[in-house]
C-alpha cells in the first residue's frame, strides 16, 4: 500500500488508518483481532484509537478498545503507526477529561499502560476544551514530546479558528505544534472544506478523516423504510449518528450516488473512499469496519484513479453539504 508524509513531518503513514472505535462493544476481541490481522495483511500500519472507546458504551467501557489493541500489538509495535487520543470523559469526576495538564498526564500513562507501549506516535486532543487555555494544554503536550513518550500531536473536531490559533500559540510560545488534524468528512459532510482543509495545505497539517463513509450511510446497504440498525442503533452513540445521517435529503443523496457508482462499475463504499482519496489535502482517512471482508471494498479504493468527469459529477451530487445550503 502508498504511504504519505504525515504533514509537514517525515513520518509516513499508509493511505488508510484502521480506525477502531467499535472494539469491545460492537466487535467482539476476536473479531477486533480478526480485523487489525486483515488491515495488516492489507498493508495497513496506521491504527488510530482512543482512550474513551469503545463508542457508545459510556465512561464505563473506556479504555477496553485500546486494551484490545494493546494485546495484539505484541510483537508487532515497531511495524505500526499507532495514534490514540484524549479529552472526551474517561471517569466521573470533573478533571477526568478536558484538556488541562492534570487530565493530559494521567491520560497519557494511562492509554500507554493499556497499549503496552513506551510511546504514541500521534496523540490527538479529541475535543475542544472551553475551560483550558490553549497554552496550558500546547504546554502539557510539548513536555510529552520531550519526554519521547509522545511523537507527535495533533487535534481532532477542532474549528478551523482554532486549530490556526493552536499554531499561532505554539510558534510564538516555541512549543511542539499540532501535525495532524482529524475531522469528520465525507461526500455527505464538506463543510470543512470552505476552511479547514486550506489551511491544512497552507500550513501543513496531515488530514486524517473519519466518517468517510458518513457512518455506513455510503455502503449502501441501509433502507430508509427499516429500522435504523448498526451504528445507528447501537449503544449511547446512535443517537448522534441518526442526527447526522438518517434524513431523507441523505438518502436521497446516496441513492444518485449508487446510481453513479453502478455506471463506473464500483461498489459505492469503494467510490466514496476513492473520492475521499482524490482530496489533495487528505493524508489518510480512518475507516471502521465491523467484520475484516468489508476492508475488501477499502483496499480496492487505494487502486483507483477516479477520472476527472467522475470526481466532477460527485461534486455537483453532493455540493450541497459542501456549501451548507442543505436543509439540515
Not at 475542544?128 to 510529552?144: I, K, Y
Not at 481532532?156 to 482554532?162: C, D, E
Not at 473512499?273 to 475484516?292: C, E, F, R, Y
Amino acid at each position: 500500500m502508498e504511504h504519505r508524509r504525515l504533514g509537514r513531518t517525515g513520518l509516513r503513514v499508509s493511505r488508510l488508518c484502521l480506525g477502531t472505535m467499535n472494539f469491545g462493544l460492537r466487535n467482539d476481541e476476536e473479531t477486533s483481532r480478526a480485523i487489525l490481522d486483515r488491515a495488516f495483511e492489507g498493508g495497513i500500519t496506521f491504527i488510530d484509537t482512543a482512550d474513551m472507546y469503545p463508542l457508545g458504551g459510556g465512561t464505563e467501557t473506556s479504555g477496553r478498545t485500546e486494551e484490545i489493541v494493546g494485546r495484539w500489538l505484541n510483537g508487532k509495535r515497531e511495524d505500526v503507526v499507532l495514534a490514540t487520543k484524549f479529552a472526551a470523559p474517561v471517569g466521573v469526576n470533573p478533571w477526568d477529561r478536558g484538556a488541562s495538564r492534570r487530565h493530559i498526564v494521567r491520560a497519557v500513562e494511562a492509554s500507554l499502560r493499556r497499549l503496552d507501549t513506551d510511546y504514541i506516535d500521534l496523540y490527538l486532543q479529541h475535543n475542544h476544551d472551553p475551560h483550558t487555555p490553549v497554552d496550558e494544554t500546547l504546554a502539557a503536550l510539548d513536555d510529552l514530546v520531550r519526554s519521547g513518550k509522545v511523537l507527535y500531536t495533533g487535534c481532532s473536531n477542532l474549528q478551523a479558528y482554532r486549530v490556526a490559533r493552536a499554531i499561532g500559540r505554539s510558534e510564538t510560545l516555541g512549543l511542539a505544534r499540532f501535525d495532524a488534524t482529524q475531522p469528520r468528512h465525507s461526500l455527505l459532510f464538506r463543510q470543512l472544506e470552505r476552511d479547514l482543509l486550506p489551511l491544512c495545505e497552507e500550513e501543513g497539517l496531515g488530514v486524517m478523516p473519519y466518517n468517510p463513509l458518513a457512518g455506513g450511510l455510503l455502503s449502501g446497504r441501509h433502507d430508509r423504510a427499516q429500522k435504523p440498525s448498526g451504528r445507528f442503533d447501537l449503544g449511547t452513540a446512535a443517537a448522534r449518528y441518526r442526527d447526522r445521517y438518517w434524513h431523507q435529503e441523505m438518502f436521497d443523496t446516496v441513492e444518485k450516488l449508487a446510481a453513479l457508482a453502478g455506471e463506473a462499475d464500483l461498489a459505492l463504499p469503494t467510490l466514496a473512499l476513492a473520492w475521499s482519496l482524490a482530496q489533495p489535502a487528505i493524508t489518510a482517512p480512518v475507516i471502521g469496519v465491523s467484520d475484516p471482508g468489508q476492508l475488501d471494498a477499502a483496499f480496492a479504493a487505494t487502486e483507483l484513479s477516479l477520472p476527472q468527469d467522475l470526481l466532477d459529477r460527485l461534486d455537483e451530487s453532493t455540493r450541497q453539504y459542501r456549501f451548507g445550503d442543505s436543509a439540515l
